[in-house]
Each structure stands twice: as C-alpha cells, then as structure tokens.
C-alpha cells in the first residue's frame, strides 16, 4: 500500500506494508469424501498398504498442519499413519469372517481450534481359496449284499468349503487298489458310489476307501468310506483233499472206536458257512454214525460190531449241507474196508469119522484120504495146516501139512501087526493166535488094513458111523478102493480084494 503525504511547498511519498497475521479458521479438507479400495486380498499380509488418503488446510504453521486418525470401523485390521494417511493392515484379513470394511477418518490440524475434516474409506476383500475343503463326516460306513447289480448306490458323501467359490470334486485316492477301483466308483460331482463290478464276499468281505475332496485350492481333505459285504449263500460245502476216502479196520474194533474223519469248508460266512454231515446211504444195518465237529469235520465211529465174514465192504455217501436258509450240499463217498482177524476156526468137512480099508504092503506114497477143511477167514488167518496128532505112533501113514492128503510112507502098513489104525488129525489156521476146530481134532480116522475081514461088531459100528453121516453108498474104482461119498460126511473105505466087501 502506498501513502502520501503533502504540505504547502511540497509532498512526500512513502509505502506502507501491513502484516495480516493468520487465525486458524479454516477446516482440512480432503481431496475426496470416500475413498475405495475394491478387492483387497484377503491373503494380504500384516503391514500391506492398502489406500492413502489425503486433506489439506489452507491455514498457516501448526493451523495447517494436518493429522490423520481412523475413527471407526477398522475392528482392529488397520492401522493409519498420522502423519502420510496411509492406511496400512495390522491383522490377518479373513474374507468369510468379514467381506467388507467401512471406516471413517478424520483429519486435524494443529492449532486451536483443532479443525476437523473428514472423510469414509470403504475397503471389500477378494476372496481367494484359502479355506480347508472339509467333509461334512469324519468318515462314511456302508452295507450291502454281495452279488446286487452292477449301479447300486452305496452311499454319497460330501463336503464343503467357507470359500466358496468353486465347485467341489470327488476322486478315490490314487493309492486305491485295482480291486477296489474295479468293483466301485464315485461321481466326481455328486459324492455318490456305486457298484461297478460283481461283488464277490467271499474275495473280500471289507473295503476301506480313501476319498479325496478338492476345490482347486491348495487345502483338500480326504474322507474313509467303510464298506462291509454281507454274505449271501452263494457257495456250496467243498470237501477237503485231506478227507478219508478209503479206510480199513479191523474187524473186532470196538463199538465207539472213530475209524474215518472228512472235512468239508464253505466259503460263506456265519450260518452260510457252518456245515454239518450225514451219513446219506450205504450205511447198513446203522453200523456207522457220523458226528460234526466245529461245522467244519465230520467223524465217523463204529455203531454196531463188525463181522468181515458177513460184509467185509461199506461205501458210505457223506453229504456235507450248510446251514443256510436254502442249504447247500455235496457229497462224498467213503469206502469202510473191514479187515479180517483170526475170529474163525478152521471148519472140518464131515467131522464125524472117516472110513478106510486099504491093502497090506501097498507101496509108498499111496493115498489114503484126503481130510478137507475150510476156514471162513482171509489171509493167513485162512490158511491151514494138517497134523496126525495121535494114532500113527509107528510113522505108518503122514499127511501133506497144506493138503490134507493121507498116504503110506515107504514102509507099508503089515495087517498082521496092526489091523486097525484110528488116526486123530488136527488141523490149525496160520493165524495169531492160531485157531482148531472147537473139538481140536477129527472124532476119528479109521484106517483097516485089508486081508481080514473085520470083526462083525465092528463092521456095524464102522457102518453105524457112516449111516450118521447120510451116506449113500458104494462104488469101486480102479485103485481098489471104494469112496461112499454121503451127504456131510464122505467117508473113504479100502476095499479087500480077497473079500470083495467090507
């Protein structure tokens, strides 16, 4: 500003400068009213920038001088510098926590009478997969039957995630077994398993499945679905290689005595599996039973004595049945052979008495009789020895130990030292212990050298013996010998060729 000044004579000129000293009347004022800041990460690290705001003053010194201060709304996620307003995060960020924040900021300078100015920042989050992938059970159990169709649903399982954001999917673990894969399968959208081969209990009769849940984040979760196969009666009893077939016993085993066990197995479970055994034929006259041991054996015991003589062969059909409501079966033949003991003696054809006249001086060898034996054993215990016991004191006669043949030795027998031979003959099995008939022994062998007629007493006893034993009658053969083969007892008489009869 200029000024003059003037008087008579002249005027003076001057300027005059007037200070105006600033009062602090003015509010800061900031460049905006709302500040965004759209999609902030919610991954956003502790001390990420996130906006700047900024106001002014128009006053001068301290009433220009401007600080910034979050009034509200940043529920302790931000922080602003005072002095730049910057706004900067001091926490985790969470975007399904919290989406969105709305903050106010004040600015105030900093001289009375503090002037405030203010402003809104508005911040949203950007969600990102950062949130587990969770199932909604810890794990998944199931039940079905074995054998039901091919795209039966098992179960369904499913999980979920605070994200979000993308559609979940389903896989089985990679380390799942080509088994497992080939018998089930899982929507990868929906979580449902179903049957995709034929289910067999009896290859396996549990699964345990590994699930893998995944939305493309980095946090999967992986599930155990549980699957247990229910038996169905689908298989029938198998006999073992290790059953008896074949058997033999003796035949005085005692009643009670197991002679044979068969095993059977069937690969059902519970009642399916459990078998029980029956004697379904060949068992005659009872003389076996069969009882069944842990529903997996079958043994076999005599019922009933044996006798080889009367049956020495039993082919027993064994039938293994299962217990299901519609039972299996299979059968299996064994054959009980009955060994034979020495329980027989030897049995003596014509028992009574044996009639013989023969020659004086016949020569040696010469046969007299034959004594015939049968024993109702096998083996050994049928074989039989012939002895004179008694009666050949002077070695006149010997008899073939297997054939039962009587004939003279070298020396032939002398009527006129002995007219009449009675020869006892015994006749033993080759058993153990050996067995004779129940009398041990012939009741007699009567051998009369021809040359003499025989007293008539004893012709009538002679032929009081041969009528006990049914015989018919008389012929001659060329030997000079006269064979009376009657009913049991044949009997031998030497016939005298100088008396024509005896």
Request: glycine share 8%; hydrophobic share 35%; proline share 4%.
């Given at each position: 500003?200029?000024v003059?000044?003037?008087?008579?004579?002249?005027?003076?000129?001057?300027?005059?400068?007037?200070?105006?000293?600033?009062?602090?009347?003015?509010?800061?004022?900031?460049?905006?009213?709302?500040?965004?800041?759209?999609?902030?990460?919610?991954?956003?690290?502790?001390?990420?920038?996130?906006?700047?705001?900024?106001?002014?003053?128009?006053?001068?010194?301290?009433?220009?001088?401007?600080?910034?201060?979050?009034?509200s709304?940043?529920?302790?996620?931000?922080?602003?510098?005072?002095?730049?307003?910057l706004?900067?995060?001091v926490?985790y960020?969470?975007?399904?926590?919290?989406?969105?924040?709305?903050?106010?900021?004040?600015?105030?300078?900093?001289?009375?009478p503090?002037?405030?100015?203010?402003?809104?920042?508005y911040?949203?989050?950007?969600?990102?997969?950062?949130?587990?992938?969770?199932?909604?059970?810890?794990?998944?159990?199931?039940?079905?039957?074995?054998?039901?169709?091919?795209?039966?649903?098992?179960?369904?399982?499913?999980?979920?995630?605070?994200?979000?954001?993308?559609?979940?999917?389903?896989?089985?673990?990679?380390?799942?077994?080509?088994?497992?894969?080939?018998?089930?399968?899982?929507?990868?959208?929906?979580?449902?398993?179903?049957?995709?081969?034929?289910?067999?209990?009896?290859?396996?009769?549990?699964?345990?499945?590994?699930?893998?849940?995944?939305?493309?984040?980095?946090?999967?979760?992986?599930?155990?679905?549980?699957?247990?196969?229910e038996?169905?009666?689908?298989?029938?009893?198998?006999?073992?290689?290790?059953?008896?077939s074949?058997?033999?016993?003796?035949?005085?085993?005692?009643?009670?005595?197991?002679?044979?066990?068969?095993?059977?197995?069937?690969?059902?479970?519970?009642?399916?599996?459990?078998?029980?055994?029956?004697?379904?034929?060949g068992?005659?006259?009872?003389?076996?039973?069969?009882?069944?041991?842990?529903?997996?054996?079958?043994?076999?015991?005599?019922?009933?004595?044996?006798?080889?003589?009367?049956?020495?062969?039993?082919?027993?059909?064994?039938?293994?049945?299962?217990?299901?409501?519609?039972?299996?079966?299979?059968?299996?033949?064994?054959?009980?052979?009955?060994?034979?003991?020495?329980?027989?003696?030897?049995?003596?054809?014509?028992?009574?008495?044996?009639?013989?006249?023969?020659?004086?001086?016949?020569?040696?060898?010469?046969?007299?009789?034959?004594?015939?034996?049968?024993?109702?054993?096998?083996?050994?215990?049928?074989?039989?020895?012939?002895?004179?016991?008694?009666?050949?004191?002077?070695?006149?006669?010997?008899?073939?130990?297997?054939?039962?043949?009587?004939?003279?030795?070298?020396?032939?027998?002398?009527?006129?030292?002995?007219?009449?031979?009675?020869?006892?003959?015994?006749?033993?099995?080759?058993?153990t212990?050996?067995?004779?008939?129940?009398?041990?022994?012939?009741?007699?062998?009567?051998?009369?050298?021809?040359?003499?007629?025989?007293?008539?007493?004893?012709?009538?006893?002679d032929?009081?013996?041969?009528?006990?034993?049914?015989?018919?009658?008389?012929?001659?053969?060329?030997?000079?010998?006269?064979?009376?083969?009657?009913?049991?007892?044949?009997?031998?008489?030497?016939?005298?060729?100088h008396?024509?009869?005896?």
């Amino acid at each position: 500003m200029s000024v003059q000044a003037t008087d008579a004579d002249e005027g003076v000129n001057g300027k005059v400068i007037i200070y105006v000293e600033d009062v602090n009347d003015e509010k800061p004022v900031f460049t905006q009213q709302q500040y965004n800041r759209l999609g902030l990460r919610e991954t956003a690290g502790i001390g990420t920038s996130v906006i700047v705001v900024r106001a002014t003053d128009r006053d001068t010194g301290d009433g220009g001088i401007v600080t910034y201060m979050i009034l509200s709304g940043s529920e302790r996620k931000f922080a602003i510098d005072e002095s730049t307003g910057l706004i900067t995060t001091v926490n985790y960020l969470d975007y399904e926590t919290k989406t969105s924040y709305f903050m106010n900021i004040s600015a105030t300078d900093q001289a009375p009478p503090y002037n405030r100015g203010y402003c809104t920042v508005y911040i949203t989050l950007l969600n990102e997969l950062d949130e587990p992938v969770q199932f909604t059970n810890v794990s998944y159990e199931a039940t079905i039957m074995e054998n039901i169709p091919t795209g039966t649903e098992v179960v369904q399982i499913q999980a979920q995630s605070a994200d979000n954001m993308n559609l979940i999917t389903y896989r089985f673990d990679p380390d799942t077994s080509a088994h497992t894969l080939s018998l089930f399968q899982i929507n990868r959208v929906t979580g449902v398993i179903t049957v995709r081969g034929q289910i067999d209990r009896e290859k396996g009769d549990y699964y345990l499945i590994t699930v893998i849940a995944d939305d493309g984040g980095p946090n999967k979760d992986s599930t155990v679905v549980i699957i247990t196969i229910e038996d169905e009666n689908d298989n029938s009893p198998v006999f073992d290689a290790t059953s008896d077939s074949s058997v033999e016993i003796p035949e005085d085993a005692a009643v009670g005595k197991r002679v044979a066990v068969v095993f059977a197995h069937d690969l059902d479970a519970g009642k399916n599996g459990m078998v029980n055994f029956t004697i379904l034929s060949g068992n005659i006259n009872k003389t076996f039973r069969i009882s069944t041991a842990n529903s997996s054996r079958g043994e076999i015991y005599l019922a009933r004595r044996l006798d080889r003589e009367q049956i020495d062969r039993y082919v027993l059909t064994i039938q293994a049945l299962d217990n299901g409501s519609r039972p299996r079966r299979i059968n299996h033949v064994l054959t009980i052979t009955a060994i034979d003991v020495n329980d027989n003696a030897p049995v003596i054809a014509n028992a009574g008495s044996y009639n013989i006249s023969i020659y004086e001086n016949v020569g040696g060898g010469t046969s007299v009789t034959r004594v015939r034996a049968t024993d109702a054993d096998t083996g050994l215990n049928a074989v039989l020895y012939y002895y004179i016991t008694h009666g050949n004191e002077d070695l006149t006669f010997r008899i073939d130990r297997l054939s039962g043949e009587i004939v003279t030795r070298p020396s032939p027998p002398d009527r006129e030292r002995q007219a009449f031979y009675k020869l006892t003959v015994t006749v033993e099995d080759d058993g153990t212990p050996s067995l004779s008939p129940r009398t041990d022994r012939l009741r007699g062998l009567y051998a009369h050298t021809a040359g003499t007629k025989q007293p008539k007493a004893h012709r009538e006893k002679d032929l009081s013996d041969l009528a006990s034993g049914d015989c018919r009658g008389l012929r001659r053969l060329k030997s000079g010998f006269r064979v009376e083969p009657g009913g049991n007892c044949p009997s031998l008489e030497a016939a005298n060729s100088h008396e024509g009869t005896v």
